[in-house]
Nanobody, 123 residues
């Protein structure tokens, strides 16, 4: 089993920055694909960014160039640095982990989820 806990959400003005962090417990963190998704009311959970076990990184087009994902296998953490935030980035952000080392954009194939953290970007 893997437990995930996000931190770092909050309220920020447009153009500002936030850094989300996800702490993972359980085995084999370094061989897992890790990712961030977000969800707004009435909408499906959407892929934001992911990092595979080989440190390859992936981003949704909407955040490319503004967000950066990283992982620290020694600390079992994954972070999402979010810069140049826009009001449309407002959502609950979820950390996710896979039993495989790869990253997928479909939420259904991810195995573990954190409880989520709210990010609100004001205009």
């Amino acid at each position: 089993q893997v437990q995930l806990v996000e931190s770092g959400g909050g309220l920020v003005q447009a153009g500002g920055s936030l850094r989300l962090s996800c702490a993972a417990s359980g085995r084999s963190f370094s061989i897992r694909g890790m990712g961030w998704f977000r969800q707004t009311p009435g909408n499906q959970r959407e892929f934001v960014s992911g990092i595979n076990s080989g440190l390859g990184t992936y981003y949704a087009d909407s955040v490319k160039g503004r967000f950066t994902i990283s992982r620290d296998n020694a600390k079992n953490t994954v972070a999402l640095q979010m810069n140049s935030l826009k009001p449309e980035d407002t959502a609950v952000y979820y950390c996710a982990a896979r039993n495989l080392g790869s990253v997928e954009i479909f939420a259904a194939v991810w195995d573990y989820w954190g409880p989520g953290t709210q990010v609100t970007v004001s205009s």
